[in-house]
């Protein structure tokens, strides 16, 4: 769903000066994200973006997060600080923290899978030798 720039109020370029085009998209439930086209006033940061689509605050990437928080926010796929600044085009994102840790997930795969069903020969052919 994207809004016009600037809709929800707050940082709004004035006309004749130079503005920036971003787009915000935060990842409100899994598989469900929320996009916002903005026009910025130059010299905008993260923190502006977030604040001119109406997104909570969010923690930076060396904070730890309190609450409903939302966990990080990145350019482009790339964490960053909510006072860095912004340039045109950018695409900031917000994501949520992870649910499971990787690690952990993959111990109780493997749990449940058993050793034999587990790694890259696991489906061998009928027959065939362990490996090939």
Known sequence: MADSPGSPGGLIAPQGAATLQVTVVVCVAP??????ALALPAG???ADALQACGVPAVS???????????????VWGRAVALDARLQPLDR????RPLTVDP???RRERFARQGARATGLFARQRPGGKSGY
Do not use: C, D
């Not at 990437?61 to 926010?73: D, K, N």
């Open 31 to 36: 598989r469900e994200t929320r996009e916002w």
């Open 44 to 46: 905008a940061t993260v």
């Open 60 to 74: 930076s990437p060396g904070q730890a997060s309190t609450g409903a928080a939302l966990s990080s926010v990145g």
């Open 92 to 95: 900031v994102e917000v994501y």
């Open 103 to 105: 690690k952990v997930a």
